[in-house]
């Protein structure tokens, strides 16, 4: 494999393992690939990085059957012990945070400050982990028989498979995996094919914790590939809980393959998330929430505020402030300190971004700040607002970048129907100073036919 980076700039990667050239899957405490290679690209500029060599089906094979039988190992020791690992994994990802979190925003695109954070997310995640291992409780039910008891036991499935999307690359599969290995679960991870080095320099940390402690690699599987191999995981009967990541489109073609053979199946998919505000708001608490909310991650989150719903009462100055928020926000090199908003994953979401501006426009909408490409080599588009009519069609669906939609409403039950005028789960948030408004909010609103909802309380004050 080559050691010597394209740009210089990019030496960082071997402080994390890592290559201009590399091996994409980690089976059986070995790395290897012999399948398609790709070309891991910055979308700031839409140059290379480094080059991938992903998994081939049988090597997916030979992995798995590793994993099947390093199973039987890991669901037989100790609860705490799993968790010892988990914390040591922990460890390792804090040694390289900063690296690790510099290669986030290099390869996803996203700030520096939240590429840091994502890493961040994985490593509390191994934390409470670390506690849950300790806490793996069953039962002692008392039964109508006389002499006798029932004990409820919690035991490991065995294997979970985790697919993960470029927009979380590193997060996501900590809040899947440190869960699944204190509970005794060996783990298979396909990364997005867009991020593969967040992939390969996460399992590396992984790889060396397991080595050091004489575990076999198999207990965690790392396969770079594309759909083929989400569908091999999908469909394999040694997996008996998948969790993927992604769009609903895919996600109903994995649930379906995953049911049809009786598995289980986790699925976070598309969001289309509002925020109310009421008339005796915090506004300037509502401006700068409302602002990382929406531009954040260039609106690539799941959780990305789509819908802002203003009163009518203070409508008109809450655009005026945001939108000149708006216009400050820096863009740029997502490993500069100043940015605040980088680029768009791929070339592909940055076309996206341009249709459905055109689409907007087309049903109605006004444009009052952004709603452009920006010329350049990379990824970037300007944060958009759009003041557009609640019953638009393409309000309803989910445009994954920075444009943001601007609603009037006069009553607290008016918004409430708003909101839940939309096929989207996820998240929903209030701004008011009234306790009777947040109640009435938390009591009626729904949980979205593609994602159950998390509700957020802010009591503005």
Same mark, same amino acid.
């Given at each position: 494999?080559?050691?010597?980076?394209?740009?210089?700039?990019?030496?960082?990667?071997?402080?994390?393992?890592?290559?201009?050239?590399?091996?994409?899957?980690?089976?059986?405490?070995?790395?290897?690939?012999?399948?398609?290679?790709?070309?891991?690209?910055?979308?700031?500029?839409?140059?290379?990085?480094?080059?991938?060599?992903?998994?081939?089906?049988?090597?997916?094979?030979?992995?798995?059957?590793?994993?099947?039988?390093?199973?039987?190992?890991w669901m037989q020791t100790p609860a705490p012990k799993r968790g010892e690992i988990v914390r040591q994994i922990g460890e390792a990802l804090r040694s390289k945070l900063d690296l690790l979190g510099r290669l986030v925003s290099l390869e996803m695109g996203k700030i520096l400050a939240e590429g840091i954070?994502?890493?961040?997310?994985?490593?509390?995640?191994?934390?409470?982990?670390?506690?849950?291992?300790?806490?793996?409780?069953?039962?002692?039910?008392?039964?109508?028989?006389?002499?006798?008891?029932?004990?409820?036991?919690?035991?490991?499935?065995?294997?979970?498979?985790?697919?993960?999307?470029?927009?979380?690359?590193?997060?996501?599969?900590?809040?899947?995996?440190?869960?699944?290995?204190?509970?005794?679960?060996?783990?298979?991870?396909?990364?997005?094919?867009?991020?593969?080095?967040?992939?390969?320099?996460?399992?590396?940390?992984?790889?060396?914790?397991?080595?050091?402690?004489?575990?076999?690699?198999?207990?965690?599987?790392?396969?770079?590939?594309?759909?083929?191999?989400?569908?091999?995981?999908?469909?394999?009967?040694?997996?008996?809980?998948?969790?993927?990541?992604?769009?609903?489109?895919?996600?109903?073609?994995?649930?379906?393959?995953?049911?049809?053979?009786?598995?289980?199946?986790?699925?976070?998919?598309?969001?289309?998330?509002?925020?109310?505000?009421?008339?005796?708001a915090d506004l300037a608490m509502v401006v700068r929430s409302v602002l990382f909310a929406a531009v954040g991650t260039a609106g690539q989150r799941c959780t990305s505020s789509r819908r802002l719903l203003l009163h009518e009462k203070i409508y008109q100055h809450v655009i005026e402030q945001l939108t000149?928020?708006?216009?400050?926000?820096?863009?740029?090199?997502?490993?500069?300190?100043?940015?605040?908003?980088?680029?768009?994953?791929?070339?592909?979401?940055?076309?996206?971004?341009?249709?459905?501006?055109?689409?907007?426009?087309?049903?109605?909408?006004?444009?009052?700040?952004?709603?452009?490409?920006?010329?350049?080599?990379?990824?970037?588009?300007?944060?958009?607002?759009?003041?557009?009519?609640?019953?638009?069609?393409?309000?309803?669906?989910? !445009?994954?970048?920075?444009? !943001?939609?601007?609603?009037?409403?006069?009553?607290?039950?008016?918004?409430?129907?708003?909101?839940?005028?939309?096929?989207?789960? !996820?998240?929903?948030?209030?701004?008011?100073?009234?306790p009777e408004a947040i109640f009435k909010w938390i009591g009626t609103l729904n949980y979205g036919s593609e994602l159950p909802l998390a509700q957020g309380i802010n009591f503005g004050g």
């Open positions: 494999m080559g050691a010597d980076f394209v740009r210089n700039e990019y030496q960082f990667l071997k402080g994390l393992g890592l290559q201009s050239h590399n091996l994409g899957c980690y089976g059986n405490g070995i790395w290897k690939g012999s399948g398609n290679t790709v070309t891991s690209v910055n979308p700031s500029n839409n140059q290379p990085i480094a080059t991938v060599v992903e998994a081939s089906i049988e090597e997916y094979e030979d992995s798995l059957r590793a994993c099947a039988e390093a199973r039987k190992l954070g994502e890493v961040q997310e994985f490593i509390d995640m191994c934390d409470y982990a670390v506690g849950l291992s300790r806490q793996l409780n069953g039962s002692i039910i008392p039964s109508e028989r006389p002499n006798h008891m029932m004990m409820e036991v919690w035991n490991p499935l065995g294997i979970v498979g985790v697919i993960t999307a470029f927009n979380f690359p590193c997060a996501v599969l900590g809040w899947n995996a440190c869960i699944a290995l204190v509970c005794g679960n060996c783990v298979v991870w396909k990364g997005a094919p867009t991020t593969p080095l967040i992939t390969l320099a996460t399992t590396k940390l992984i790889a060396e914790v397991l080595e050091r402690n004489g575990l076999p690699g198999a207990i965690f599987t790392c396969i770079c590939g594309g759909a083929e191999i989400g569908q091999a995981i999908a469909e394999d009967g040694r997996i008996p809980l998948v969790s993927f990541t992604g769009s609903t489109k895919v996600g109903q073609i994995v649930q379906k393959a995953v049911n049809a053979r009786f598995g289980k199946c986790l699925l976070e998919l598309s969001g289309n998330n509002a925020i109310i505000v009421m008339e005796d000149d928020a708006y216009k400050q926000v820096k863009l740029g090199d997502p490993l500069d300190k100043d940015t605040l908003l980088g680029p768009l994953h791929t070339r592909a979401s940055k076309m996206n971004f341009e249709k459905g501006i055109q689409v907007i426009k087309s049903q109605g909408g006004h444009i009052l700040t952004g709603g452009s490409v920006i010329e350049h080599e990379g990824n970037f588009v300007q944060p958009t607002i759009v003041e557009i009519s609640k019953d638009a069609p393409v309000v309803k669906e989910e !445009l994954f970048g920075p444009v !943001l939609y601007v609603l009037k409403f006069q009553t607290l039950e008016e918004a409430i129907e708003i909101n839940n005028s939309v096929a989207q789960g !996820l998240s929903s948030s209030i701004f008011t100073r009234s």
